[in-house]
């Protein structure tokens, strides 16, 4: 008889056999009965279930093993697979799509593969680049050098210098080890920087202002809500709001039932982000009315400062409305480099000292 991989390597629609052969269908649940709950057998049995070039056709399979056995399912490791997928969205660019399945992926290592420190999954989340023995290596080095080259663009805009270990230490390890209330502000901050080259190649190559902003606005708007998420969750931001709660005897308001702006006009809060006054709103009245504002405080020697009434400007104008004429490559870079700075401003001013 053969194997369920047999029946890929030798069918020319390989998609059309997971779907119509019962054959196929019926070697595969074969294999599947005979795993037991070993995760290293589990990882032995999804690794070579498809070749290389069909990975697409993973979520086809789960989907099959999934229905014919849902509790097993549940048990078996999937480490690997989820893994896989990873790498396959990646490669597509369905950047959300590739955290996702990163994120489910270590999450299997967690419960499945304690005693290995280095899974593949677990490498990617510490953007490990020194060990090379990792299919997402690409990925990872990818992403390092994107992010070293947007520290580089936060220093040419006058704010700090910032390393990867921020990023690794104080967001990424940090939502796995010790606040799981980071953990889709983690997955969401990967998504973030790894679509911005996408993006930006995307401005380049129809760059006519007449036409659709919605990726950009979205992925700037992303980048937003990762620094107000941020802000909302750090331990600060909970000591005011339960400082609050106490003067107007309300015990059950929490952090995120407040605004940005209830925050930012905290004195302990703004001047623990480096801020040397209070952030005033620029209040912009458009998003042409926003670059405006942003060119005229651009070159403040407040980094800090600037850097949040731009964010915080950003996002009261893309928040409510996105009805705006598409944006131009100068404005996305400028917008991106400062949201970023802003995340990275809170990391570092919010979130160090507290893990």
Not at 168 to 182: A, C, R, T
Not at 211 to 237: D, M, R, Y
Not at 238 to 260: G, Q, Y
Request: charged share 25%; glycine share 4%.
């Amino acid at each position: 008889m053969r194997t369920s991989l047999e029946f890929l390597l030798e069918n020319i629609n390989p998609l059309n056999i997971i779907k119509n052969n019962g054959e196929y269908k019926s070697a595969l649940l074969a294999e599947y009965e005979n795993l037991d709950k070993n995760a290293h057998n589990a990882d032995s049995f999804f690794q070579i279930l498809v070749p290389p070039g069909y990975l697409g056709l993973l979520e086809q399979i789960l989907e099959i093993l999934q229905e014919h056995d849902f509790a097993k399912y549940e048990k078996v490791h999937k480490g690997s697979p989820f893994y896989l997928l990873a790498i396959n969205s990646f490669r597509i660019e369905d950047f959300e799509r590739a955290v996702f399945y990163m994120d489910a992926a270590i999450n299997e290592d967690i419960k499945n593969h304690k005693d290995i420190p280095n899974t593949p999954a677990k490498l990617f989340f510490r953007l490990d680049s020194e060990i090379r023995d990792q299919a997402a290596f690409f990925i990872v080095c990818k992403i390092n050098d994107s992010l070293k080259s947007l520290f580089d663009d936060v220093k040419d805009e006058g704010g700090p210098i910032y390393n990867i270990n921020l990023i690794v230490k104080y967001l990424l390890e940090n939502s796995i080890n010790n606040k799981p209330e980071l953990r889709t502000i983690a997955s969401s901050f990967l998504s973030f920087v790894m679509e911005f080259e996408t993006r930006n190649r995307h401005i380049m190559l129809y760059s006519d202002p007449v036409g659709t902003g919605e990726p950009f606005f979205l992925h700037l708007l992303k980048g937003c809500v990762i620094f107000e998420s941020l802000l909302v969750n750090s331990e600060i931001a909970k000591e005011i709001v339960s400082e609050d709660n106490r003067k107007s005897k309300k015990e059950n308001r929490s952090p995120r039932s407040k605004t940005l702006k209830f925050f930012l006009e905290k004195k302990m809060l703004y001047q623990k982000l480096n801020c040397e006054a209070k952030p005033e709103g620029l209040n912009p009245k458009s998003f042409a009315d926003l670059m405006d504002n942003i060119y005229k405080i651009k070159n403040d020697s407040d980094y800090s400062l600037k850097t949040i009434k731009i964010v915080w400007g950003l996002r009261n104008t893309i928040g409510h409305s996105i009805s705006w004429t598409k944006l131009n490559l100068k404005e996305y870079n400028l917008l991106y480099t400062y949201t970023f700075g802003a995340i990275c401003l809170v990391l570092d001013k919010l979130y160090k000292g507290n893990s």
